[in-house]
């Protein structure tokens, strides 16, 4: 008795000082609410932004929200089946390593894979890492050679920059105009020490979607691994390794209404394909990625992966009306409104556009109750003008003025038309202000105007 009390008291004292020194309200099961802005009846401010409510949520390339399905599954794992999945001794270990194998087969499942084909890791940067540096390693004494594409996601560039270091040699394809890659250019590339070609199934910047089946054939002609990211792929357009012929694959769970911290790696066993660790430890996944495999994470991710090949159909279907209507919406009101990428083989939800005459960050501060970005989170703090627009040949001024508007499963008419009226409100208002634009409406060409320096 005498120690339940002393545990009370104890609690007591540790929870009053966590509270008077932190200032933060008492812990709680429920999803917490960011601590770190103030809301009052004026609303809120962070970072010195001062907005009038939470703004609608037009970023899902950058991040989805966890299905409360999603969370339904993990959360078990969290509190009462919390074992380690490699733990061999005992039953809270077995239903972890159940639970895990079981998501495993869900994540398979979705590609057309083999669960043994699937290794966790923390997400699809990660994955490519291993892809990428863990086959060249591996290969390294006949193959030294790789080909990419300039419109990779930032950590397919930089591993590829990271084994140029190195002394291996990197083709930097370029794509159309459309964002499309050109096939010709990828057969010519290929040499005898190609040990890896590696494009992006569905890019994150312009959601254009590169001819997979095609490339695929290609690299099975001269015998080379094909490696995709497919992050921004999977769940949102069929995904199957045997049609693509990819021998390496990247997935991520947050792009899929999972959770963050968890992704997966495809690895084809026949013929098989072998990598170097980039992770040296306990020898979990089959020794490829080790660590403690998170089983709440692993349980979210195939739990959405599930979900994703029930209703990516519907999704879609739902999506690609919603992405009619904002840029029907735009396009009745604005001129100089162009769409970046292949209008035609691109996934609905990704709508990137450039508003001719308007500088894209005062846009952006603009549209501050609008979630978007102007291109990946992972180069957002950059200013300077997005190196994926940049190679599809768009004039520096117009990349500038780029905004992606990401529509997912929750998005609703309601918010598309509420962005619709703060974007055309925001672009008439900066129009309104720009020399440019006058200029243009009093039809004169400003491209051949000679503009003097003083």
């Not at 609608?56 to 993990?74: E, F, I, N």
């Amino acid at each position: 008795m005498a120690s339940k009390l002393l545990a009370s008291t104890l609690r007591q004292t540790l929870l009053s000082k966590f509270t008077t020194t932190h200032h933060v309200r008492p812990l709680s099961t429920a999803a917490a609410v960011a601590a770190d802005y103030h809301e009052d009846t004026d609303g809120i401010t962070m970072k010195g932004v001062k907005i009038s409510g939470r703004p609608l949520y037009l970023d899902v390339q950058a991040t989805s929200p966890v299905d409360p399905r999603v969370l339904d599954a993990m959360l078990p794992f969290y509190l009462s089946r919390y074992g380690n999945p490699h733990s061999r001794t005992h039953l809270f270990g077995w239903e972890s390593e159940n639970a895990v194998e079981a998501a495993r087969s869900q994540v398979a499942s979705l590609i057309g894979a083999s669960p043994k084909e699937v290794i966790f890791t923390s997400g699809a940067t990660e994955s490519n890492n291993i892809s990428i540096k863990g086959v060249l390693h591996f290969y390294k004494d006949k193959k030294r050679h790789v080909i990419t594409t300039q419109t990779e996601h930032k950590c397919v560039l930089d591993s590829c920059r990271h084994l140029q270091q190195e002394g291996f040699e990197v083709t930097y394809l370029p794509v159309k105009s459309d964002g499309i890659i050109d096939l010709d250019q990828l057969r010519s590339a290929i040499r005898p020490d190609t040990g890896l070609v590696s494009v992006m199934a569905v890019n994150n910047e312009i959601g254009v979607i590169q001819p997979m089946e095609e490339i695929g054939q290609i690299c099975k002609e001269f015998n080379v691994p094909f490696h995709t990211d497919a992050a921004q792929a999977l769940g949102k357009i069929p995904v199957d390794v045997e049609k693509w012929n990819v021998s390496l694959m990247s997935l991520s769970g947050h792009k899929i209404y999972g959770p963050k911290g968890v992704g997966a790696l495809y690895l084809r066993r026949r013929p098989r394909i072998r990598v170097e660790p980039q992770m040296n430890g306990g020898g979990q996944e089959r020794g490829l990625r080790s660590g403690t495999v998170p089983t709440p994470l692993v349980v979210g991710m195939g739990a959405a992966c599930e979900l994703a090949k029930m209703e990516m159909q519907y999704d879609e279907k739902r999506i690609k009306s919603l992405q009619e209507r904002l840029l029907n919406g735009v396009r009745e009101k604005l001129d100089g409104v162009v769409v970046n990428g292949s209008e035609e083989r691109r996934y609905a939800g990704n709508l990137n556009l450039s508003f001719a005459y308007v500088e894209g960050e005062s846009l952006l501060m603009g549209l501050k109750e609008v979630a978007v970005s102007s291109g990946s989170a992972c180069t957002s703090a950059s200013l300077e003008p997005s190196y994926v627009l940049r190679a599809l040949g768009v004039d520096e001024d117009m990349a500038h003025t780029s905004i992606r508007f990401g529509i997912g499963r929750f998005t609703t008419e309601a918010e598309i038309d509420r962005a619709v009226e703060l974007t055309v409100h925001q672009v008439e208002k900066l129009r309104e202000m720009s020399p440019l634009y006058e200029m243009v409406k009093e039809g004169i060409n400003i491209k051949d105007i000679q503009w003097s320096q003083h």
